[in-house]
């Protein structure tokens, strides 16, 4: 199942670049990958690239298009965990990091900050300590309120922030790469490490099951996002990439009018935790109710996206579907916390459990070539 973002970019031609004895080859072209070849390259190593598919068909032009600073915990709760000083050098580092993605992005990233939204009242005093918390330590940060017609009490705005079109960043940054010598092969699955040639590999693959992690195979667990795209609505509602109720719903509205709303897998946890590109009807059912809801009206859903190609439910089909939505935070707090009863690796982050737990299970491992037996893999 392809994605709208990569319909809707075309894909680069690369330069074929011949990489003779690289330094290190890497697996995996999504944004871990090809941002990893970029920084390789430019300290001077010699870097090939391998992808099952093409750059950017994996998770990273599936996503919900929010470039955000931060970790996948709020602020005021790195603050209790690392100390206010680490807390506060690692949300610099990420900020620098958006600044730097923003300088090799063009028109794939827009500046437009996004709005962390609180859905009741409950989420809107935890939203506030972090609100308070960024204020202390001197990171900008607004405080909104009555948004979406009053549906949410509350929001911080992260001015910074960005909306991104994935599919064309991460081209992009392979194009950059490209030119800086790094070898992409794409539609090549590497189905070994001992038949790359460098002395290093780095494992990029996210979620997929690569075959490649040997004894760490299993430790990831693939779990599914859905998303949906609709067609361009004739009105500009949301200038900025939203989130809210912990993260688990999330949307953009692109320049030409479309929205792109994503989440709800908790309504159907179980059926979730999957490397299964295929929407389901529950969820899909749930994010075109939200998505009518949050216009004011039911839209057309695109036609162009595979990502959420369905037809739009009548209000009849959709009361036959088996979804309830979670009316409180602490609803989704507690299916959060079943999720992580059933499968620890793939639970959701307090903050951001729909966007941002997805850069927590992401994992990259580098894996030293020794020959085997005493092969080490190493995180
Ligand atoms: C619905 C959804 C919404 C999201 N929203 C956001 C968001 O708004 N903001 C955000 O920051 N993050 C978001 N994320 C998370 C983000 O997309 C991922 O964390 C990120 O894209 C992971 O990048 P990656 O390069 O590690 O992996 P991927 O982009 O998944 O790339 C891994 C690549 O490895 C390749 N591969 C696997 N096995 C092999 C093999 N054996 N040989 C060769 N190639 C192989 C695959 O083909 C794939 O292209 C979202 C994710 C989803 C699914």
Redesign the pocket.
């Known amino acids: 199942m392809s994605s709208w973002w990569l319909t809707e970019d075309s894909p680069p031609e690369f330069a074929a670049v011949e990489v003779a004895e690289p330094d290190v080859e890497i ?9 990893a070849a970029l920084t390789l390259a430019a300290a001077g190593k010699r870097v090939r690239v ?19 600073r931060g970790g996948a915990m709020p602020y005021d709760r790195a603050r209790e965990w690392l100390g206010a000083e680490r807390a506060a050098e690692y949300w610099r580092l990420t900020e620098q990091a958006l600044d730097r993605l923003a300088g090799f992005a063009g028109d794939a990233l827009r500046r437009t900050g996004s709005l962390r939204l609180a859905a009741d009242d409950e989420e809107r005093v935890e939203i506030r300590a972090e609100f308070e918390a960024l204020g202390e330590d001197g990171f900008e940060a607004e405080w909104r309120t009555h948004l979406v017609r009053g549906r949410f009490p509350a929001a911080i705005f992260h001015p910074d922030d960005a909306a ?1 079109q ?1 599919a064309r960043l ?1 081209r992009r940054l392979a194009l950059h790469a490209a030119e800086a010598g790094v070898g992409i092969v794409e539609r ?4 070994s490490i001992e038949e790359l040639d460098a002395e290093h590999v780095l ?10 992690l040997g004894t760490l195979e299993g430790l990831i667990i693939p ?5 949906l795209a609709t067609e361009p609505i004739g009105e500009l509602l949301f200038e900025c ?1 939203h ?1 809210g109720r912990h993260g688990f719903d ?1 949307w ?1 509205q692109t320049p030409d009018g479309r929205i792109l709303a ?2 709800f897998r908790d309504f159907a946890l179980d059926s979730e935790f999957t490397a299964d590109e295929v929407t389901t009807a529950p969820i899909q059912a749930v994010l075109e109710s939200f998505v009518a809801d949050l216009v004011g009206r039911p839209v057309e859903i695109a036609c162009r996206s595979r ?1 959420g190609r369905r037809r739009l439910l009548g209000p009849r089909q959709r009361a036959r579907l088996p979804v309830r939505r979670p009316r409180r935070a602490g609803d989704a707090r507690r299916r959060a916390s079943a999720a992580r009863h059933v499968r620890p690796a793939a639970a959701p982050a307090a903050r951001g459990g ?3 737990d ?2 927590r ?4 491992f580098t894996i030293p070539k020794l020959p085997p037996p005493h092969r080490a893999v190493t995180r």
């Open positions: 697996v995996g072209a999504g944004i871990t990958g090809i941002s391998h992808d099952a598919r093409g750059v950017a068909e994996g998770a990273s032009g599936r996503n919900g298009g929010f470039a955000l991104v994935p991460v090549h699955r590497v189905e494992v990029a693959t996210d979620g997929y099951p690569s075959g490649l779990t599914r996002g859905q998303m990439p989130y999330y953009q994503g989440g990502l729909g966007v941002l997805q850069l299970t992401l994992r990259c």
